[in-house]
């Protein structure tokens, strides 16, 4: 008997490729289920395209929604207006740079509540490379804030930071994975093959041990006089307020061409500057730290 052929091959042969991907993407929800973050992907317009099981508990447990999905609705139908438009100016930096970022974004629950969220972000490519949404990760650091918290459970937000960067190791492959299954199979028989899409290469910027503590405590939220003391009781030395003043001032204003704290945050963040801990500040959340 013979067979149903298509253009370059046959029914049984593009059937197979079919169940092949099928299960790819079986393999790829599992994947993205397991990960213990808030993960989602949305379009150009804001729309919600998918999620994990993770990031719905977590809305619910922040009451901020009792569905069960929120796969079609935007960031305006979800949070509030101050959080949506937040949400929406972040994504549109991913749009315009096409470049991953980590930053932090802060949620406000209706009963009037701030959570601190650490953010990955990268955009979402179609099969020819054009950018048709962004995919993110993001963890609740709320508790990472508090000094005394920090203090008596070291142990357990040393472990957090470990899964975080498991994560976003765990996120760059899955993005990766979505990207390849945005392939059109027909395109694939007929001989067509994906095109390899670079980041332009971010500017070095080489930061001295003391910059970068300032640079990282300023994206935290800190002033310089609380940077002052942080590093104060890190270092068990005097820092003096000026000192930060002048680091920020004379040095890191200079390096990154800018003229205030916003736009210095602003800059680092377009630039992907930011660690989640800098090396020199890891005393802050190894075990027995005193220096908060």
């Known amino acids: 008997m013979n067979k149903l052929c298509c253009e370059s091959g046959t029914f049984d042969d593009l059937k197979n490729e079919i169940t092949k991907l099928r299960t790819e993407n079986t393999i790829l929800k599992s994947v993205i289920e397991s990960i213990p ?6 379009d150009l317009k804001g729309c919600y395209l998918g ?5 719905i508990n977590f809305l619910k447990k922040a009451k901020i929604i009792d569905q069960d999905s929120v796969v079609g609705l935007t960031d305006k139908e979800i949070f509030n207006f101050e959080t949506a438009i937040k949400y929406d100016a972040t994504d549109k930096i991913i749009f315009t740079t096409g470049k991953d970022v980590t930053f932090e974004e802060v949620l406000k629950t209706s009963s009037g509540n701030n959570i601190i969220q650490l953010s990955y972000k990268r955009p979402l490519h179609d099969d020819q490379g054009n950018i048709i949404g962004v995919i993110g990760i993001s963890n609740d650091v709320t508790v990472l804030k508090d000094a005394e918290k920090l203090k008596l459970e070291n142990a357990k937000y040393r472990a957090e930071n470990q899964v975080y960067k498991k994560s976003i ?3 760059s492959r899955i993005a990766n994975i979505i990207d390849s299954c945005k392939v059109n199979i027909l395109e694939n028989r007929l001989g067509k093959t994906k095109k390899d ?7 070095a910027i080489k930061f001295s ?25 890190l270092e068990d030395k005097s820092i003096a307020t000026k000192t930060i003043y002048s680091v ?45």
Not at 37 to 42: G, L, N
Not at 51 to 55: L, P, V
Not at 210 to 225: A, I, T
């Open 37 to 42: 973050s808030i993960v989602y992907w949305k």
């Open 51 to 55: 999620h994990n099981s993770f990031a």
């Open 169 to 171: 190791d765990a996120m």
């Open 197 to 203: 899409y670079h980041d332009s290469q971010i500017p």
């Open 209 to 233: 041990k003391r910059e970068e503590q300032v640079l990282y405590l300023l994206c935290m939220g800190k002033n310089p006089k609380e940077i002052a003391n942080i590093l104060t009781k």
């Open 248 to 292: 920020i001032n004379k040095q890191l204003y200079s390096k990154l061409d800018v003229n205030s704290y916003s736009m210095l945050v602003e800059k680092a963040i377009k630039l992907n500057l930011l660690k989640f801990v800098p090396n020199s500040l890891s005393k802050l959340f190894t075990e027995n730290s005193r220096t908060i």
